[in-house]
Nanobody, 114 residues
Framework: QVQLVESGGGLVQPGGSLRLSCAAS???????MAWYRQRPGKQRELVAV???????HYADSVKGRFYISRDNAKNTVNLQMNSLQPEDTAVYYC?????????WGQGTQVTVSS
């Protein structure tokens, strides 16, 4: 399985931006990559996904604010988060999947508060 390590979380004020990064231990070229989040008291939910071919899908709640990107040469996937709101507060998880691969990172905390 691919090992995933997230970084970039932290505390940000409402309206601010953060960029999350996920580094994979091996090639992700042929895998779908996604970001999920788990808000306090809620189930884990999909935030954004990018297929191996570059197609993307976003949760309605983040469309136009969050952007997923990947760099297959560096085995990384990023999540640019803009116009952050308190309801975006969550632990954000990186996911890699496809075929026999189904890997999760350990999560990174994002807190949006004034």
């Amino acid at each position: 399985q691919v090992q995933l390590v997230e970084s970039g979380g932290g505390l940000v004020q409402p309206g601010g931006s953060l960029r999350l990064s996920c580094a994979a231990s091996g090639s992700i070229r042929f895998n779908a990559m996604a970001w999920y989040r788990q808000r306090p008291g809620k189930q884990r939910e999909l935030v954004a996904v990018m297929s191996s071919g570059g197609s993307t899908h976003y949760a309605d709640s983040v469309k136009g604010r969050f952007y997923i990107s990947r760099d297959n040469a560096k085995n990384t996937v990023n999540l640019q988060m803009n116009s952050l709101q308190p309801e975006d507060t969550a632990v954000y998880y990186c996911w890699c999947g496809g075929g026999p691969v189904d890997s999760w990172g350990q999560g990174t905390q994002v807190t949006v508060s004034s």
